[in-house]
């Protein structure tokens, strides 16, 4: 059984979004199995941070990690993701800093994300 880690990137078909298509998304808790979504667009709503092409070869184009809302995956829906590499450190350290200022992630949501990305830092590779 495959285990994600912070920062790791997969393609699903199961994220609920509409139009129902498949989705590159970023895992940010990997113990709940909660992803942030890459988009094309960046939409206020979502509040964005930009993820570059040239820093992530697995992408086609640059894109758009929502950072307002963590995506849950069950067991059998991350089971059947396609894993496409990990984000950069730089993105990672992005993605840290958005959600400690965020206004719509819930203080639940803000702490484990917080504490999963920092407990990743420290067994970390990248050093």
Known sequence: M???????????NDIKVTPSKP?????????????FLINTEN??????????????SFLNYDGYISTNFPFKLDHHEFQR?????KISETDIANILN??????????????????????????????
């Open 81 to 85: 993701a396609k894993f496409l590499g």
């Open 43 to 56: 939409r206020k709503m979502y509040d964005c941070i930009p993820i570059l092409k040239k820093n992530n």
């Open 98 to 127: 958005k959600v400690n200022k965020s206004k719509f992630l819930t203080p639940i949501q803000k702490t484990k994300i917080i504490d999963s990305i920092s407990l990743w830092r420290v067994n970390s590779t990248f050093k």
């Open 2 to 12: 495959k285990t994600p880690e912070v920062g790791d990137v997969y393609l699903s």
């Open 23 to 35: 989705k590159i998304c970023i895992c940010v808790h990997p113990a709940g199995l909660w992803f």
